[in-house]
């Protein structure tokens, strides 16, 4: 009788025990709403691995659903994920910007959030053999013919059209008369500029890099307030262009989760941000962690709509 009563007390132990093995490799997913290649792609793929590596997933899957900075690809996400704690979807100030402008049914009022997990800036580049030598020779050009410069990026009222724009009132340029070609993610932009199909391509340090350093492409600006770190690329000021914007990316969460899965998500990603595996993703592109989680980031978010928002009608832009 003594036996079977301890085995009894046992029992539950072992379950509690299994359920946080369960937990521990839970199998997540994470909707990135921009084609493969991008830095949607590249920040999504990267906060998987180091889940991975922390033990926390047992697996992830990654779907990528590009257009419309990323709103199509939210829509679906909040459609197909509600209640789903195991659900995630990259975010960012590319999103920010394409909520603002195009209005859509789904924003991120309709997800949850969970964390902010890094910041970056914005570089523009020309292919190898362009004419256009700096900055300086692109604004010039513009000024005499703003139709013959035909800037390439992501989608419109994203941080990429934001800057352009930016760069066309500083030099007293009709802003709608910027030629703007936008596409579904990083891959598209890089494949035209390498093609020769836009003047001027801009996007992420991260996904222009390895075009940059073997000479496929040469970099002629950045949007930080000053050179980044092992970045050798002039920024827009140093050269008469008083224009700086960065850009971010994090994650939110299904709709209708509980609080405590919500906290556990937050939790979890932020683990993962400590692992070797992410801080090496943040050293090769040459992103600054910039983690921020609760009410903190909700907070953030808010802040960052308006001040896109006041910025777009600024420029004219909404």
Known sequence: MRRLALKALALPLVLAAFSFNAQAAENYKIMIGANPGGGYDQAGRG??????????????TYENKGGAGGTIGLAQFVNSSKGDPTAMVVVGGVMVGAIVQNKPPINLSNA????????????????????????????????????????????????????????????????????????????????????????????GWAELQEFITTGKMRAIAITSPQRVKGVNVPTLKEQGVNVEIGNWRGLYAAPGITPDQ?????????????????????????????????????????????????LMAKLGMV
Do not use: C
């Open 47 to 60: 906060i998987g691995k180091a889940m991975q590596e922390a033990g926390l997933a047992g697996s992830v």
């Open 112 to 203: 949850t959030p969970v964390a902010r997990l890094m910041a970056e800036y914005n570089v523009f580049v020309v292919p190898a053999n362009s004419p256009l030598k700096t900055m300086h020779d692109v604004v010039e050009q513009m000024k005499k013919d703003p139709a013959s410069v035909k800037w390439g990026g992501g989608s419109k009222g994203s941080i990429d059209h934001l800057s352009v724009a930016m760069i066309a009132r500083e030099a007293g340029v009709d802003v709608a008369k910027v030629n703007y070609v936008p596409f579904k993610g990083g891959g598209e932009a890089t494949a035209a500029v390498l093609g020769g199909h836009v003047t001027v391509g801009t996007s």
């Open 262 to 310: 919500r906290k556990a998500l937050e939790a979890a990603v932020t683990k993962a941000t400590k692992t070797k595996s992410w801080t090496e993703t943040l050293e090769k592109n040459s992103w600054s962690p910039a983690l921020l989680t609760g009410p903190d980031f909700e907070k953030f978010v808010d802040e960052d709509h308006a001040r896109i928002r006041a």
